[in-house]
């Protein structure tokens, strides 16, 4: 799921049915394989430790056992595995907010909960939600004013 399509459906505290729901058409990046939950673990430990510019294809591929040819199977390139990076961040996060409401009541509770759920997420995943906003940010930028790129 692109990263737009993800804070659309950012949805904590609205109900809906199975059929009301949308399913996401996937994006051409997301047709290359199922992309192993071990290499997205791995970057996000790697973006927390050396942030962004630390991240390598090769390091990933290495640390979850597999040649670095073979993440190009999972990832079409680099700016996939960030997308992936990211998608995964907002639906941690939908996640956490989501249990941090269930037990709250009324409506100020909900929303304090969500809030200091969302504080708690960027406290232990800084570099992560500055990655999963700044990537939001570079998607619905307009044309030529920070596009798509991998930093």
Known sequence: MHVLALLRHMDVGHHHTHQQRRQ??????QLVQARPPQAIQ???RQLEGAGLHGLSMREIA??????????YRHFADKQALLDAMAEQGFQAL?????EAVA?????????????????QFGRQH?????HMFGAAARATAPA????????
């Open 62 to 71: 290495k640390a979850v056992g597999v040649s670095h040819t073979a993440a």
């Open 24 to 29: 996401p058409q996937p994006q051409p990046r």
């Open 42 to 44: 791995q970057a996000l």
């Open 144 to 151: 030529g004013r920070g596009g798509r790129s991998v930093q």
């Open 126 to 130: 800084p570099r992560q939600l500055a």
């Open 94 to 98: 939908r996640q956490a907010s989501r």
């Open 103 to 119: 037990t709250a009541q009324g409506s100020p509770d909900r929303l304090l909960a969500s809030g200091l759920a969302y504080v």
